[in-house]
């Protein structure tokens, strides 16, 4: 991508310090506010709270800006990253999300955990691991300079299988057939983080080359944008852990032990998909995304369910929470080993 190549900045160099700072400062928040940060939090469309789409839609911002849509007709010329992408997402991580859970949730945990709380913690694993990413890869495949036109393809093309492959995929892991899947918060999503700040790049970056050039839009314009979508990344951290600052403080070693096995699952899928890509000899800018999107979840949907199917304080709805709140640090480490093994 020539001029919009990151180069390590102030933010990026230190990214780390400011990852673990905002961590504190939101557990604290969340710790002093108590009931008070649920203002923030319940404010909500169909389950998507607001404050933390607008933050996720500034970080997405600037990768949709960089869209041309003349060459995501290419993008069938070279099918072998989306085949990837797929087979790691339908194929491989929903299952391997399953042993993960059931080894240490039935097994290793037997000391701590019920069987029944088992179960629960295992179910909510497979509603994070059937549920592939829909709106942060657009952030992870921008900061590892990732090609945003396949980038696009690759997500629509998992918001689709999702419509249809998610509830029998659920069903038949869980070993339940009602599975209701909240279709609102499923297309909600699909509308705030893909199709919105999609039109919106789209006529920005119309109108700015119109006026202005090409050469300038991406040697100007476009950088200014990386520091944005930071602020924006370490904001949207302080505001989770804020939410969850309460739980966290009060459960911290359940908290520990549910974190442990959707870690090894992020960096498990991650390291398969990037390695498998490097095989079959995908470019870097179309591996690092598929290797982002199988690591990360499609959050909002596993929560959403988990709540839908067994409550609210449910050990499979706290499960789903983790979740958000190991990713974020999770796959910015990702996004530090991908840029690391540039090739």
Not at 58 to 65: A, D, F, Q, S, T
Not at 237 to 257: C, E, R, S, Y
Not at 267 to 272: A, G, K, N, Q, S
Request: charged share 10%; glycine share 6%; aromatic share 14%.
């Amino acid at each position: 991508m020539g001029n919009t190549e990151a180069k390590i900045g102030f933010f990026e160099k230190y990214l780390s310090l400011w990852v673990a700072l905002c961590i504190g400062v939101g557990i604290l928040i969340g710790y002093i506010a108590e009931g008070s940060i649920s203002v923030l939090s319940n404010m909500e469309v169909f389950k998507v709270n607001i404050p933390v789409a607008i933050l996720v839609w500034l970080m997405i911002y600037p990768m949709m800006l960089q869209i041309d849509f003349s060459s995501i007709k290419n993008v069938g010329k070279r099918p072998k990253g989306l085949i990837l992408t797929l087979v790691i997402n339908w194929l491989i991580k929903p299952f391997t999300m399953a042993f993960f859970a059931w080894i240490f949730f039935s097994k290793l945990y037997a000391a701590f955990i019920s069987p029944d709380q088992a179960g629960e913690y295992i179910a909510g694993a497979i509603l994070l691991g059937a549920a592939p990413c829909t709106a942060m890869v657009f952030v992870w495949s921008y900061l590892t300079n990732g090609d945003p036109n396949y980038t696009l393809v690759q997500v629509s093309v998992n918001d689709l299988i999702i419509l249809v492959a998610f509830v029998p995929l659920v069903g038949l892991l869980l070993g339940i057939t009602n599975v209701q899947v909240p279709y609102d918060t499923l297309l909600a999503s699909i509308v705030i983080f893909v199709v919105i700040p999609l039109l919106a790049g789209y006529i920005t970056n119309k109108m700015l080359i119109k006026r202005k050039g090409a050469a300038w839009f991406k040697g100007s314009f476009l950088p200014k944008f990386k520091p944005v979508s930071i602020v924006a990344l370490l904001l949207t951290l302080v505001l989770l852990f804020a939410f969850q600052g309460d739980t966290i403080t009060k459960n911290p070693l359940i908290i520990f032990l549910v974190a442990v096995p959707l870690i090894i699952q992020t960096y498990f899928i991650f390291f398969v998909a990037w390695f498998v890509g490097r095989k079959i000899k995908l470019p870097h800018a179309i591996c690092s995304p598929a290797a982002m999107i199988g690591a990360s979840n499609f959050f909002e949907l596993a929560v959403a369910v988990a709540i839908a199917l067994f409550g609210l304080q449910s050990p499979a709805a706290l499960v789903t929470v983790v979740g958000v709140l190991v990713e974020v640090p999770i796959m910015l480490s990702l996004v530090a080993v991908a840029n690391k093994w540039k090739y």
